[in-house]
């Protein structure tokens, strides 16, 4: 019960503890006791390819907030993120000076084990940062190729960022990011072809389908100088705005919550299979059986399935 | 039981209606029966980025085993393949003159629905093809980004695919395609820079800390010409012959026998679940109660899953 009132009055030490028994997977009932106090912080992923500048947005977006008195916890999920330690020294010197800001908690999630496994430890921790009292959750993922969170599930807006020189391989991805975007950032936008990014990313959301009741910002930053961090935090407001007024900020919680019980039960199941039900002997007499055809798998799966589930077919 | 004598003679029409069956999921009780009559076709996985030259590559495979006489089986997950009617008009015939060969039956599979549900069906389609007689099955994938099917999970032996113009936003890739080629190859050798491409993939096979028992080969091929293809053919029957040598074959085919059994209990629990336990009203009711923080997910992921697993804790 400390470890609660420790964790809600924000003391950093309480929370890098919790944290860790988080993702060592033994804070179950510490998760349940913490959640009552969750739902105040409101959640911004910045997703983006390598090098898009993502980490160095984050930092300049985690300024201007603490500049406005706000609190903030920054989950990195970027293996590449000075976050994690993972970029150039200079890079890393200044993401210090920000941890060490009493308002600023920062945690790098090391991208290790299973792809559910991340999923759900970001979430938990995103849970812990709630309920120690912080304002603005940031969570920098990258957006390439395996996205190895969902980001779109964790957050209530998501910004996708982009560089004028990622080029043509760019282009393929565009389609995927356009979709979990609600705003656009081309970052560096002091360089060439920036212009052209921007046009190009206003014509692909005019050209999808669905009434666009918000009107999917595109904007421009040099988040090494903080240009443009403060129209970006006015658009992020504004779509906060608009998710409140419309309900859908509440609908979409909601969902989230039945989306975490899902894959929760999906987890306990499966551990309760692999610890209690399937026995390696067994396991092996199986395999053997029906590598010699005398048993199939969909039978086998039948009697596993039944062993397990109450009234199951 | 027609249904299987005629699946069993390898009918073409046969095969075509049990592979509709399979795809809309009421065949169960089919592939039970299909089971015992598989296990003699060898799977081979043709995997690579868009513009590798797959199809072309497979159809000069299939090519070759035809004029030995064998019979094969060809699924194409990729939905760019010609043999998905996804290509250029004159790639569209060639495939269709190898599709009247009395010898080959092709399949190409629809990428809807998730990607469960695709791995699944490629699966089911690959047994009823082994069933069918097919002394070779093909199959066909992107190897990009999100792989859509986990191809080793599949073949026995995985050919890797890349082309000299790939580039560098393939050199990123490399790392996990190296990591389930069982044979690499380099197609369109005759372009340049296809000399430094093998060099790099020899090095980078050499790199690999696991002690290379099998050589790795590395190939060139110009498939549109047929060139390269019999040393390609030669490759694969080497690493079929080391497989099933050092008893590797049956030790695979083991483990993926029980990945299947795993994966199929998950599918039934999972629609046991949405079918039976959670009924949208209380859906709607939970969320509520978790939304204003009443009902935490963990607890209600613990009382859902004591509902349907027997002795859960």
């Known amino acids: ?81 000075p976050f994690s330690g993972g970029a150039l020294l200079g890079d890393r010197v200044r993401m210090n000076d920000l941890a060490l800001n009493n308002r600023v908690f920062i945690r790098s999630m090391a991208s290790r084990g299973s792809l559910g496994g991340l999923a759900r430890t970001t979430k938990d921790v995103a849970l812990v ?91 421009e930053t040099v988040a090494t100088e903080g240009e443009g961090i403060n129209d970006l935090l006015s658009a992020i407001e504004s779509h906060a705005g608009y998710l409140t007024k419309t309900g859908r900020l509440e609908r979409e919680r909601k969902a989230k919550l039945m989306l975490r019980v899902h894959e929760l039960v999906e987890l306990k199941i499966r551990s309760h299979l692999m610890e209690n039900v399937l026995r390696k002997d067994d396991l092996t007499k199986l395999a053997d059986s029906m590598y010699r055809r005398e048993l199939n798998p969909y039978r086998v799966a039948d009697r596993i399935t039944k062993k397990i589930v109450k009234g199951g077919r």
């Open 1 to 81: 019960m400390n470890d609660i009132r420790g964790l809600l009055r924000g003391d950093k030490r309480v929370i890098a503890r919790t944290i860790s028994d988080v993702e060592d997977d033994v804070a179950e009932r510490l998760l349940e006791k913490i959640f009552p106090h969750t739902g105040g912080a409101y959640h911004i992923g910045i997703t983006g390819p390598p090098g898009a500048g993502k980490s160095t947005l984050v930092n300049a977006i985690a300024l201007q907030l603490v500049a406005r008195k706000k609190k903030i916890g920054i989950i990195a999920v970027d293996p590449s993120s």
């Open 129 to 219: 940062l709630d309920a120690a009292g912080m304002d603005y959750i940031l969570i920098e993922t990258i957006g390439v190729g395996q996205v190895e969170l969902d980001i779109a599930q964790v957050c209530d807006t998501t910004v996708v960022v982009l560089v004028p020189e990622s080029g043509d391989s760019i282009q393929a991805m565009k389609a995927g990011l356009l979709e979990i975007a609600d705003v656009m950032v081309v970052n560096k936008g002091d360089r060439e072809g920036s212009e052209r990014l921007v046009t190009e990313l206003k014509f692909a959301f005019e050209m999808r389908e669905q009434k666009l009741e918000w009107p999917y910002p595109v904007l």
